[in-house]
């Protein structure tokens, strides 16, 4: 179910570092997922899984631990 | 960008970004700490312990998770199952083992959301003292994909009895090892993680205890040895606690780990390098047993790490000025902001928070 959040107002995350976080940069909606708003995270999150996919990692496979136990079957973990 | 369908990018979704964010963040990093694909949970079945540790920081104020938080973490599970890849579930405490039904029910009902989404990986793991952890109980636990455990012993028996006691005062050792035994000799794919805690009065202990353990539990792939200094958690007790001086510190660390080794134990984690914290996931929430959401299981108490409340129809009610600031790992690539966002933690307005504290857990 989409969020009812009220879109927050756009921000130049990268222009202030004294304001690199504000409350409107981040948030979990009602069914537990993570909305991002900071134009900044969103476009290095979205670089990093355009990246990923570009290795060929399907990103469905995570790590059963985040300790790697996964790397050889996705050559691309980075964990 | 399919993976982040659940995230709003800004603008036309054609956002282009240069090489990670600003620090050494990698991208398996920072993609498993904001997909919706993820769901952290980490319950408190009960807050109460039988043990009163003489370094524990936590105090029990809360037992028994109550009945409408239980069918609230279900209805949470059964809303997310579909779209989730990975379910993962740690149970803490208190002591978990103490609220059995809890951790059964639960458990149940992630494996039956489970079972109808084949996409759908669940795996949960326990830190748990393991006194209440007999052959029978592992095996319940196994069954219920709990496959994963963290123990804690505090060097040989007349050591450790006198810093991880029950709460009338007797010892634990005893039980504790003989249930690592019992465990040992069962069959199946599970980990142990012994965590050893060094300190100024059990050094010279040390290094025939870390031998024991290597001899008795070193030649099973099963077990992991995490040698760590005993550390500060905040806890009444933490200015009369024997800590290792800063002046032989790693030097006695590097010695027992590396004896530990040389004896054929596994060792869990060495060294840690670009660690995140659970608490700096977004997709990551500790659940209290009143329904408290929390982001740091050390820190209990403190006013940033209560971040919202969970309902009884599974719904969370978080705040997002009290979420972000431990996310900010994420923004700056820091990597002590990364490993322990609770260190320096400050909140626009707010008073800044001088806890410190170690990265790992109990």
Not at chain 2, 15 to 26: D, F, K, N, W
């Amino acid at each position: 179910m989409p969020s009812k959040r009220k879109k927050p107002k756009k921000k130049d995350a990268l222009s202030n570092d004294d304001q690199l976080w504000c409350t409107e940069d981040v948030n979990i909606d009602d069914e537990g997922n993570l909305r991002i708003y900071n134009t900044y995270l969103c476009a290095a999150v979205a670089a990093a899984v355009a990246r990923a996919r570009a290795a060929g990692n399907n990103l469905k496979i995570v790590c059963e631990t985040g300790g790697g136990t996964d790397r050889e079957q996705n050559p691309q973990c980075t964990c | 960008v399919h993976l982040l369908s659940k995230n709003r990018l800004p603008g036309s979704g054609t956002v282009e970004a240069p090489t990670p964010v600003r620090g050494q963040i990698s991208d398996g990093h920072l993609i498993r700490c904001t997909t919706n694909h993820i769901l952290h949970l980490i319950l408190l079945p009960t807050e109460a312990c039988n043990f009163r540790c003489i370094y524990c920081y936590e105090d029990f104020r809360f037992s028994r998770m109550e009945p409408w938080v239980v069918r609230g973490i279900k209805a949470l599970v059964s809303r997310r199952a579909e779209g989730l890849y990975d379910l993962w579930i740690s149970w803490f405490g208190g002591e978990p083992l103490l609220a059995k039904g809890v951790i059964d029910d639960v458990m149940t009902h992630a494996m039956d959301q489970a079972s109808k989404n084949s996409d759908l990986m669940l795996r949960s793991d326990m830190t748990t003292n393991a006194y209440l952890l007999s052959k029978e109980t592992f095996l319940r636990l196994y069954a219920l994909k709990v496959r994963r455990f963290q123990i804690t012993l505090d060097g040989p028996e007349h050591l450790h009895d006198q810093k991880r006691v029950l709460a009338g005062g007797r010892g634990t050792f005893q039980r504790i090892w003989e249930n690592l035994l019992g465990i040992r000799d069962t069959r199946g794919d599970f980990s142990i993680m012994l965590r050893i805690h060094v300190a100024e009065d059990n050094l010279e202990a040390m290094p025939e205890f870390v031998e024991r353990c290597a001899e008795t539990f070193g030649g099973d792939p099963r077990f992991e040895f995490l040698i760590r200094a005993l550390s500060r958690y905040g806890g009444p007790n933490d200015p009369n606690l024997p800590i290792l001086g800063p002046e032989h510190r790693d030097a006695v660390l590097t010695r027992l780990r590396q004896l530990a080794k040389d004896r054929g134990a596994r060792l869990a984690g060495y060294p840690k390098t670009n660690y995140v914290c659970y608490a700096a996931h977004g997709n990551s929430l500790v659940v209290r047993s009143n329904g408290r959401l929390n982001k740091c299981t050390v820190a209990l108490e403190n006013p940033e790490n209560q971040v919202g409340t969970i309902r009884e129809d599974g719904r969370v009610l978080v705040d997002s000025a009290k979420l972000a600031p431990w996310m900010r790992g994420l923004m700056s690539g820091d990597a002590t902001e990364l490993a322990c966002p609770m260190k320096n933690h400050v909140r626009s307005g707010a008073a800044p928070v001088t806890l410190e504290i170690p990265v790992a857990k109990r």
